[in-house]
């Protein structure tokens, strides 16, 4: 099994392409404590034209700042009353997948080895574990030369579906950017159920 992260040695020894693209912009993150701790926050997102800022709570102490702007501070709501830096890092977002999760039935693709993607809708390491739910379900059946077969096409569309919303979260599709506020609470009344869905990562089948 590799599932050994975004630079798998599994996948490179087996010389299988890691297929995608990589955003040009950086993203920020970074954990804040709360000055009064609080169980009363909830996730928040604010869209300006070119910049975001996704605020999240970790702990009922803990605030997490995610943005594109390297002065994701300075965007934050003044009555938020952030703390001590606890924590912080910059990546860039990469959408790649695997050309294949598996190398006959002796080698399987896992996780960030097999696909990664932005944090949008949250579901890394759910993904992850649907793989290993997977390929478990199939080894029990006799059926594992269908994992990849099976799991590819399902993590195809989902990584797509993601990059979409991180384009327009990222404001990379900027001429529909200056819509969102005031298209998405129309639409998150009309499809709620779908936009939950979407963000916990319920929208797509298991394949098995």
């Known amino acids: 099994m590799g599932a050994d992260g975004a ?10 392409p890691f297929e995608g693209t ?5 993203m920020y993150l970074s954990d804040f404590k709360f000055v009064n701790p609080t169980d009363d926050f909830h996730v928040e997102a604010r869209i300006w034209r070119d910049m975001t800022l996704a605020m999240i709570p970790v702990t009922r102490d803990v605030i997490r700042l995610i943005s594109n702007s390297p002065n994701y501070v300075d965007l934050a709501p003044k009555n938020l009353q952030l703390g001590e830096e606890i924590w912080k890092s910059n990546f860039r977002v990469n959408h790649r997948l695997a050309a294949k999760f598996q190398e006959g039935n002796v080698v399987f693709l896992a996780g960030d080895a ?8 949250g579901r890394g390491m759910n993904i ?4 290993v ?3 478990i379900s199939l080894l029990k059946k006799n059926q594992l030369q269908r994992y990849s077969e099976l799991r590819r096409p399902i993590l ?3 990584v797509g579906q993601i990059d979409f919303a991180t384009e327009m979260f990222l404001g990379e599709k900027t001429t529909l950017r200056p819509l969102i506020p005031y298209f998405l609470p ?6 709620s159920g779908t936009v939950n869905r979407f963000v916990l990562g319920l ?3 298991l394949g098995v």
Do not use: C, W, Y
């Not at 097999?114 to 809708?121: L, W, Y």
């Open 128 to 131: 992850g574990f649907e793989d």
């Open 22 to 26: 990589t955003f040009n912009k950086e």
């Open 133 to 135: 739910f997977v390929l």
């Open 7 to 16: 630079k798998s040695t599994v996948r490179k020894k087996l010389q299988i």
């Open 186 to 191: 129309t639409l998150r009344a009309l499809f």
């Open 156 to 158: 195809q569309k989902m």
């Open 114 to 121: 097999a696909h990664i993607h932005s944090p949008v809708g």
């Open 203 to 205: 929208n797509h089948e």
